[in-house]
């Protein structure tokens, strides 16, 4: 009965936890889309316009973790109370999830896409969105969903890495050595996907990362020695969707089979078995090898954005004075900035995020 009532006390509180942590998630993709969608297809060829979006919302994007963060404490504290652990101690200072670029940079991937979509159709450039009785609308469209989907992609494996990464933290600092992922099948379009469904039943040891995978929507939950909420609660959602799966279905989502690889980004990441890629890949340098973000790995991604809008700052000023198109070279990528309407907009969006990272820094 007890153990019942441990089980729904984290229900409570994990549901609690991601309504308040989606409710932030989508205030901050419904800025970012707005941002996206005011601009023009030309535009979104500029790097100077592209590049001002992308500090702004990495900006937007670091306040809107940070919030994350203290959710995910006070979460933990709440779920190590249930299971009888008294929080104590004080956490290491935020960093961000990800390590082996910077969170501009990652900001500006929405338009990356649009690119490598567009790049398909060469004989389609628009200079204004086409209407929808236009005959290059449909696949036009293509592109933009292909920049919303990164965005939400990004965003939310950014969040989920936050949220995970800091209740571990919390847990571990309190001593508490098992976790499990707790399976949130509302929250996610077609329900908790096998490989979350396989992976309910698996102790993870605090001193490990959760592997995720994109869009994954699991949460965690801490286990002491006669305590274990986190299994009673996914064993309800499991029968719930063994029983909704039905026959063979549900079968096969009992067959699944999971690996584990590492993102040189994220780090650990949950794929089924026959899967040999992995999502964004880095290259395979000794120094682009993925290890725990740290506080200096944020002073890094820090002065890497001080600096590269150092040099995006005489870039603006040219295209301003001389209303022409500049292409450089900075850190091995090769940039194109062009007169545009939004362009002293977005060399004010990188003005605040250069005087924002200095004053971090």
Excluded at 133 to 141: G, L, W
Excluded at 194 to 222: E, F
Excluded at 256 to 261: D, E, M, P
Aim: proline share 5%; net charge positive.
């Amino acid at each position: 009965m007890m153990a019942a009532a441990v089980a729904t006390s984290l229900e409570v509180a994990s549901n609690a936890f991601e309504k308040s942590r989606e409710k932030l998630v989508n205030a901050y993709i419904r800025q970012a889309r707005s941002a996206w969608d005011a601009l023009t297809p030309s535009d979104l060829w500029n790097d100077a316009v592209t590049y001002g979006v992308a500090a702004r919302m990495a900006m937007l994007e670091l306040s809107m973790l940070a919030q994350i963060r203290r959710l995910a404490i006070s979460y933990a504290d709440e779920t190590l109370r249930q299971i009888g652990v008294n929080p104590s101690g004080s956490m290491p200072g935020f960093t961000y999830p990800r390590v082996n670029t910077d969170p501009w940079l990652v900001a500006q991937r929405p338009a990356d896409s649009y690119r490598s979509a567009a790049v398909k159709s060469p004989n389609i450039r628009p200079i204004e969105w086409p209407s929808a009785n236009d005959k290059t609308y449909a696949e036009v469209s293509k592109w933009i969903n292909s920049l919303h989907t990164r965005l939400e992609t990004v965003v939310n494996e950014n969040v989920e890495r936050m949220a995970t990464s800091t209740t571990i933290g919390r847990y571990r600092r309190c001593k508490v050595l098992q976790y499990r992922r707790v399976l949130h099948p509302e929250l996610s379009k077609g329900g908790s996907c096998g490989l979350c469904i396989v992976a309910a039943d698996r102790w993870y040891s605090t001193m490990q990362l959760l592997p995720l995978h994109a869009n994954c929507k699991c949460g965690v939950a801490p286990a002491g020695d006669d305590s274990d909420p986190g299994f009673q609660l996914n064993q309800k959602d499991l029968q719930n969707l063994y029983s909704e799966a039905g026959g063979n279905t549900a079968d096969r989502l009992k067959s699944v089979r999971v690996q584990t690889i590492t993102n040189g980004e994220l780090g650990p990441v949950l794929l089924d078995s026959e899967a040999r890629d992995t999502p964004n890949p880095v290259p395979d340098k000794d120094s682009q090898a993925w290890h725990t973000p740290d506080r200096k790995v944020l002073r890094s991604q820090y002065e890497a954005m001080k600096d590269r809008a150092l040099e995006f700052s005489k870039r603006y000023k040219q295209v301003n004075d001389t209303h022409k198109s500049v292409t450089f070279t900075y850190d091995g990528r090769t940039y194109t900035f062009k007169p545009s309407k939004h362009l002293k907009n977005a060399w004010a969006n990188q003005r605040t995020l250069l005087n924002q990272v200095q004053s971090l820094l």
